[in-house]
C-alpha cells in the first residue's frame, strides 16, 4: 500500500476515535462536576504514544521470521505502557490540570485509575492489531493480483512463442514444395509470406490490433494454402458485419483455419472449407467448417504441437468470462465456432 493511503487509513482511525470522544462529551455533558478539558489535553497524547507504540511493536513482530524475543517486547512494552500513562497523567493533573480544573482532594493514584489505564491500553492495542492487519491483508491481495497478472502474462508470453515458429514452419513448407516443383506461383506465395512475416514481426507483438489486420493476415495465410492446393473454390471465405472499431488478440484465428486445412479433404464437395467471420457491435464470431478425411481426425492436434488446447488457454488469458468456444465433429464435418464478446 503507497504511503499516502496508509496515512489516509490512520487519518480515517483518529478521526473515529475523536467522534467517539465527542459521543462521550455528549453522554456525561450534562453532569455539573464533568469538564471535557481532560478529553482534549493529555488523554490524547497518552492514547497517541499508546496506540503508535503497539502497533510499530506489532509491524515489527510481523516482520521478523523469529517471533519470539520480539513477542517478549511487544508483551514488556504492553506493560510498561500501563504505568507510562498513569505517570503521564499524574504528572499533568498535578502540575497542568488542576490551575484549569477545580480538582475535589488530593490526586491520588487508586486501582480505578489503574483499572482505566490497563483497559485502553487493551482497547487500543486491538485497534492497532486491527489496523495492522487490514493494510497488511489489503498488501498481501495487491501482491497475489500482480502475481497472477505476471504469471499470465508469463504464460501468454510463451504460448505466443510457440505459435509464431508453428506456423513459420509450415508457411515455409508450402513455399518449398512451390519451388521444388518449380511452379510459376512460387514468387506470388513469397509476397504473401513477406506479409505473414511482416504481420508476425510488428503486429503480433501487441496485447491486441485492429481486426481488420487480423482479416488480411488471414486472407495471406489462405491464399498461400490456396496456391499450394489449386483447386479453385476450395475455400469460402465471408466477412460481414462492421469490422473496423474491433480490436482482437493477434493471431487468434489462424490456428483453426490451418487446423482445416491440415486435417480437411481436399477431394470432398466444394467448398471444402468454409469460414464465415461476422462482427456487430456487441460481438465477433468467428466459424470454420470442413470436411474431414476418412483416415484421419482432427483431434491430431490436440494431441501434438500447440493444438487446440493451446487456444483454449489462451482464450482463458486473454478474454476471460468473455468467450465462448464450441467444437463439433461428425463423421464427415468438423466446425469450430468462437464467439469474443467485446
Known sequence: MRLKYKILVHLAFWVYMFNQILFGIALRGGGDKYHPYEDFTIYPVTSFLTFYTLYFLIGFVFNKKKKLL??????????????????????????????????????????????????????????????????????????????????????????????????????????????????????????????????????????????????????????LENLRLHPKGFVDLTIAGTCENHTIAPMLLIPFVENAFKHGCKNCAVPGIKINLYADKQWIQFEVVNYLRKTDTANKDQIKGIGLQNIRRRLELIYPGHHKLEINQNKELYSVLLILYT
Open 70 to 223: 520480539p513477542t517478549l517486547l511487544l508483551v514488556f512494552s504492553f506493560c510498561t505502557l500501563i504505568p507510562m500513562r498513569i505517570g503521564l497523567e499524574y504528572l499533568f493533573w498535578k502540575y497542568i490540570g488542576s490551575h484549569h480544573v477545580n480538582m475535589e482532594g488530593p490526586l491520588i493514584v487508586n486501582h480505578v485509575w489503574w483499572f482505566n489505564s490497563m483497559r485502553l491500553v487493551i482497547i487500543y492495542g486491538i485497534y492497532a492489531l486491527l489496523v495492522q492487519l487490514a493494510i497488511r491483508w489489503y498488501e498481501s491481495q495487491k501482491l497475489k493480483s500482480e502475481l497472477i497478472l505476471q504469471t499470465k502474462a508469463s504464460e501468454l508470453a510463451l504460448l505466443r512463442s510457440q505459435i509464431k515458429p508453428h506456423f513459420l514452419f509450415n508457411t515455409l513448407n508450402n513455399i518449398y514444395s512451390l519451388v521444388y516443383t518449380k511452379s510459376e506461383d512460387a514468387p506470388e506465395a513469397v509476397m504473401k509470406m513477406s506479409a505473414i512475416m511482416r504481420y508476425m514481426l510488428y503486429d503480433a507483438t501487441e496485447d491486441v490490433v485492429p481486426l481488420e489486420k487480423e482479416i488480411e493476415y488471414l486472407k495471406s495465410f489462405i491464399a
